[in-house]
């Protein structure tokens, strides 16, 4: 590996994506790959500006350190004041671009044995597809064609995963299945092979050899997202915000939040945005989960809606805002859910800048004179499950909702188990992540977060509700009024505070 591909991947794995004039300076400079890996990048993209003014703050001597540490402190001050400034040609006066991919929610159907095949099938295929590029995947097999007696060496196959268990020896043993046959796989405890935790309904890849009717695993190959070729950004210099979990009609709605947000929104601080996300559970709901009815302030379901209502009246006619819904909504449960229907929100199904969208949705925006910012709006309510019997991820916590997100993400499926979540079995996968966004935005944790996995900006939005009994039960945290304004022009991903 030559120093800038060290350069390259060492970013990489932080989630940092290098620009064009930044490797031109390195190879300009010659600046050895250990100075840039010592640095502390705080931003997403690496620029040449960034690298230069990294490179003379190390120049420095150690003595102005205080000074350095308050000039970053400036230097972060100065991205914030960039979004929050009154802007000459705000967003009002911008047009506005919104374009949504939602799959499709039939009505209710009778289902037999044959729709979970089909759904299982479209599933592994739309997969297959995927891994079928990887450049680790070579000499592809169908597991039909591997019989007992065969015995192969440096061999792939791809296949959805119908058992994991462990042997007396401590070896994991994966059963797998594709259209053509099974095999089972044993991955030896003492070997390396990247992925350590493997779960039911998964498709994967894995390379190895076989005997005796068993693949001895070498690697496993996950989906996973590509290494991206740079990041999407729009002309316009406009912003938007991703909020999620509101809870109208729940006792412990926090107004002060409601109405921190809505003088923000209203304040020049906010005149950039043109587009508010908002991802699931407007409302309380009715009937969630037994005894509910008690912690409820507005305690009909059409009141609820009503309420919400009110709020998305007070937000300027010129943001146009995207909903999708979540677990306590008034839709069906299972996913992909539909949009919340006209009867619950008949004041919004006819507003101009008022866009309803089924759980989980692509949404593109502000492709004017470009390709626009790729949105995956999803829920997460798969995501407490998925935490819940994985070791690695119940030790991070629900509150730290991006290791779960990256999770999803390698695998390219939202609910990777069958049972995550309650999921339709259609003749197609709605839940396959089938399409890179340029931002991941999720809720139902409550917890608040941004990350970065391979150029992907990842969201968790908080909530506008206090910590609530079924909360504790359930094991989340919420950590309410933390608001994500993402720049869509320099790409650029503040917190709003509006908790005090
Ligand atoms: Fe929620």
């Known amino acids: 590996m030559d120093d800038l591909s060290k350069v390259i991947s060492g970013l990489m794995k932080k989630g940092i994506i290098i620009d064009k004039s930044a490797l031109e300076f390195i190879k300009e400079k010659n600046v050895a790959p250990e100075d840039i890996e010592s640095m502390k990048i705080e931003s997403l993209i690496l620029t040449r500006k960034i690298l230069e003014a990294q490179l003379k703050k190390d120049d420095e001597v150690p003595a102005k350190k205080m000074e350095h540490d308050l000039g970053a402190k400036k230097e972060r001050a100065a991205v914030l004041g960039d979004i929050r400034k009154p802007n000459l040609l705000t967003a009002k006066n911008l047009p506005h671009r919104v374009i949504i991919e939602s799959p499709e929610c039939p009505e209710p159907r009778e289902r037999s044995a044959n729709s979970f095949v089909e759904y299982f099938n479209a599933r592994y295929n739309t997969l297959k597809n995927i891994l079928s590029h990887r450049q680790e995947l070579k000499n592809l097999v169908s597991l039909g064609r591997l019989t007992k007696y065969s015995s192969d060496k440096n061999i792939s196959v791809i296949g959805i995963v119908s058992n994991v268990t462990k042997s007396k020896a401590g070896n994991t043993v994966v059963d797998i299945e594709d259209p053509s046959g099974s095999i089972r796989v044993i991955i030896m405890n003492h070997k390396d092979i990247g992925e350590s935790e493997i779960l039911n309904d998964e498709v994967i890849g894995i390379t190895g050899s076989t005997s005796k009717g068993f693949m001895f695993a070498d690697s496993i190959v996950l989906p996973d997202i590509p290494i991206p070729k740079g990041v999407r950004r729009v002309n316009d210099a406009v912003s938007a915000v991703f909020i999620s979990d509101l809870h109208y009609g729940s006792r412990d709605f926090n107004t002060d939040i409601e109405s921190r947000f809505l003088k923000w929104i209203l304040s020049p601080e906010a005149s950039q945005v043109k587009y508010l996300f908002i991802c699931g559970d407007i409302v309380e709901g009715v009937g969630i989960y037994p005894g509910q009815e008690s912690e409820l302030i507005v305690k009909d379901i059409y009141a609820q809606y009503r309420v919400f209502e009110e709020f998305v009246e007070k937000i300027p006619e010129h943001i146009q805002i995207i909903i999708c819904p979540g677990n306590h909504d008034a839709v069906r449960i299972s996913e992909p859910q539909p949009v919340i229907a006209r009867e ?63 999770y999803v993400l390698k695998r390219r499926h939202l609910a990777p188990p069958y049972g995550a979540c309650v999921a339709v079995p259609e003749k197609q996968d709605a839940l396959v992540i089938t399409k890179i966004p340029d931002i991941f935005h999720t809720g139902d944790l409550h917890s608040h977060a941004i990350d970065n996995y391979k150029g992907i900006t990842m969201i968790s939005s908080s909530t506008f509700q206090n910590q609530t009994p079924f909360m504790d039960k359930v094991g989340h945290v919420a950590n309410p009024g933390k608001v994500t304004v993402v720049d869509l022009k320099t790409r650029e991903t503040i917190c709003v505070d509006l908790s005090s």
């Not at 101009?352 to 949404?363: C, S």
């Not at 119940?394 to 991006?402: A, E, I, M, T």
């Open 344 to 406: 619950f929100i008949p004041g919004l199904w006819d507003k101009e800048n008022v866009h309803l969208v089924t759980n989980p949705a692509y949404v593109n925006v502000h492709g004017i004179d470009c390709d626009g910012i790729n949105v995956l709006m999803y829920h997460g309510y798969s995501f407490t499950s998925i935490v819940d019997v994985i070791p690695d991820l119940r030790q991070k916590g629900l509150q730290n909702p991006q290791h779960v997100m990256k």
